[in-house]
């Protein structure tokens, strides 16, 4: 079946200590985005890559970096995490920016930091 | 700016009982709008969507109307089952991209 995968789906780091979230996709979707999702919020958008061009949101801090080495692949990088960076982190795909086309997201990395 | 706001929860049913989440949206133009679920332990799952006004979503025995009048996006569901225990969050598309908005999400607890 074709999916979203996120690796790993529980990831422990500790304070100021760099992390890597892994998100991968065999839809061959255009577009992959980056959400954070803190406890009974709704989801948050950090960023997307519409193929290999990057898009920051406005609000997204500056710890936060991706990489999408190819079309399979995109990281999400918290180059030093804070205790206000836990979350749930989920990656999504879509084929294009349409505003019709439905997203679809992979099972989260829940992100704690001690 | 664009954004939604939705009914909060938790919501405590018993199974067959009928169901309302009320959501409304703030947005330039045309968006689109989504309802999405997401279980226990699992990511979001697209539930429906509509992309025009007076356009109906619907599945699994879910259905929302897009209301522009309104500006509205209800869930409704006439007879739930202890399976639909989940967290539903209405969102939508701006007119002229997919960056998406969510709604802060309305937990839904079916009893038997």
């Known amino acids: 079946d074709a999916m979203v995968i996120q690796n790993p789906r529980y990831q422990v780091t500790q304070f100021g200590k760099p992390v890597t979230l892994s ?11 980056w959400y954070q999702q803190k406890s009974s919020q709704a989801p948050k958008l950090l960023f997307h890559y519409y193929d290999k061009d990057f898009n920051n949101e406005a609000d997204t801090p500056d710890n936060f970096q991706s990489r999408r080495p190819n079309t399979s692949f995109c990281f ?3 180059r030093s995490p804070g205790l206000g960076d836990a979350a749930m982190y989920l990656c999504a795909t879509s084929m294009t920016r349409g505003n019709t086309d439905t997203q679809y997201f992979g099972p989260g990395t829940r992100l704690t930091v001690l | 700016g ?10 405590t049913l018993s199974e067959e ?3 309302t989440i009320n959501c409304t949206y703030t947005a330039t133009g045309y968006p689109s709008l989504f309802w999405y679920v997401q279980y ?6 697209l539930l429906l969507k509509a992309t025009k006004a007076d356009d109906k979503g619907s ?5 929302a109307t897009y209301r522009k009048e309104t500006t509205s996006f209800h869930l409704e569901k006439g007879s739930v089952q202890v399976s ?5 969050f209405c ?3 701006p007119y002229n991209n997919n960056d998406m908005r969510f709604g802060a999400g309305t937990r839904l607890t079916v009893k038997p």
């Open chain 1, 23 to 33: 998100c991968s996709q065999t839809l061959n979707h255009n577009v992959m985005y």
């Open chain 1, 76 to 78: 999400l990088d918290i």
């Open chain 2, 2 to 11: 664009n954004s939604v706001t939705q009914m909060e929860g938790p919501v």
């Open chain 2, 17 to 19: 009982a009928f169901l």
């Open chain 2, 40 to 45: 226990p332990g699992e990511g979001l799952q």
């Open chain 2, 59 to 63: 599945n699994k025995g879910f259905e």
């Open chain 2, 84 to 88: 639909d225990s989940a967290v539903y």
């Open chain 2, 91 to 93: 969102a939508l598309s």
